[in-house]
């Protein structure tokens, strides 16, 4: 990392390298430029200390490729980072194609929890690692926001144990149908808050389960 530095400090063209392999992602996040092709592999130590933010940051650094197959837990950081790193690792002009294979958790800071990216995040996962083992801890959490998709995503996720929203409020936008809103109150503790579909009956609406959320 330093010569390559060192080099793009002297000339304003491209550089095309392949990093040493030993450099460790703190290093590696101090290259410079943001033009240079260099191939870059995450070394084994940084299998589990790598945050998001820290592997997008090194992906800026390059146009060539990064082989992060070392990965295996993507340390503390908010969905939007991990969304970005995920989405960019199913892209081969990014990241090689057994970049995050063994991905196995990923811990999620967000104390307000976008929903729609957290699923779109569980989906990049299982793309990755060609099945649905990769656990997202959702950490600071207490309250989740979301569309009914979301939460239909969210709840399959659940049902896999890919995520925990048993401690969580839930907060959906637009409506959502009497028989997800009981599913959302099955998986979770918290507090709904929530506009029925208006095309539910009298009799369906009776079936609500709970009576600490706040319904419209």
Do not use: C
């Amino acid at each position: 990392v330093e010569n390559a530095n060192n080099l793009d400090d002297a000339t304003g063209g491209t550089i095309t390298a392949s990093i040493d392999t030993t450099e460790s992602v703190d290093t590696l996040k101090t290259l410079t430029g943001t033009t240079h092709a260099y191939t870059i592999v995450i070394a084994d130590d940084d299998a589990e200390t790598s945050t998001a933010a820290d592997l997008n940051t090194i992906n800026e650094k390059t146009t060539g490729t990064i082989d992060a197959s070392a990965i295996t837990v993507l340390a503390s950081d908010n969905i939007t980072n991990i969304q970005t790193l995920l989405t960019a690792g199913n892209d081969a002009e990014q990241f090689t194609a057994t970049s995050f294979g063994e991905l196995t958790g990923v811990t999620v800071s967000d104390e307000t929890l976008d929903g729609e990216k957290l699923a779109d995040a569980i989906d990049q996962a299982n793309l990755l690692t060609e099945d649905t083992s990769v656990v997202f801890t959702i950490s600071a959490a207490t309250t989740i926001e979301g569309s009914e998709d979301d939460f239909t995503a969210l709840l399959t996720d659940d049902g896999n144990e890919q995520i925990n929203i048993e401690n969580q409020n839930i907060s959906v936008s637009g409506t959502i149908s009497v028989e997800n809103a009981n599913n959302l109150d099955d998986a979770t503790g918290g507090t709904i808050t929530a506009s029925i579909d208006t095309t539910e009956s009298v009799d369906t609406l009776k079936t609500l389960t709970g009576t600490t959320h706040a319904y419209t």
